[in-house]
Nanobody, 125 residues
Framework: QVQVVESGGGLVQAGGSLRLSCAASGGTFSSYAMGWFRQGPGKEREFVSTINWSGAGTYYADSVKGRFTTSRDNAKNTVYLQMNSLKPEDTAVYYC??????????????????WGQGTQVTVST
């Protein structure tokens, strides 16, 4: 059974940067897609980005395109979310998720079947 654990959240000023990491264990990491989602205060969970099994394919929500970059290191069983030019509206709990039956999963929430506990990102003005 695949488990994922996020790290790297924290408090940052608007315009700053943070890098989130997500370590996976179990299964064959290099065979499945990974995704990032977030849930802001009083909001529903929303898609942020996804990366396919090889790392060659990525897809982003319009709200983060050009500011966030997702990557993976299959040798380390880890996926990253580099967040630049952060805005207060990026404040949320960020979740990492694995789509263990899909090499590419897109933004389809239902394809992700292993979720982390989340890490808080707070962007101050």
């Amino acid at each position: 059974q695949v488990q994922v654990v996020e790290s790297g959240g924290g408090l940052v000023q608007a315009g700053g940067s943070l890098r989130l990491s997500c370590a996976a264990s179990g299964g064959t990491f290099s065979s499945y897609a990974m995704g990032w989602f977030r849930q802001g205060p009083g909001k529903e969970r929303e898609f942020v980005s996804t990366i396919n099994w090889s790392g060659a394919g990525t897809y982003y929500a319009d709200s983060v395109k050009g500011r966030f970059t997702t990557s993976r290191d299959n040798a380390k069983n880890t996926v990253y979310l580099q967040m630049n030019s952060l805005k207060p509206e990026d404040t949320a709990v960020y979740y990492c998720a694995a789509a263990t039956r899909w090499g590419s999963a897109g933004r389809d929430y239902g394809r992700y079947d292993a979720w982390g506990q989340g890490t808080q990102v707070t962007v101050s003005t």
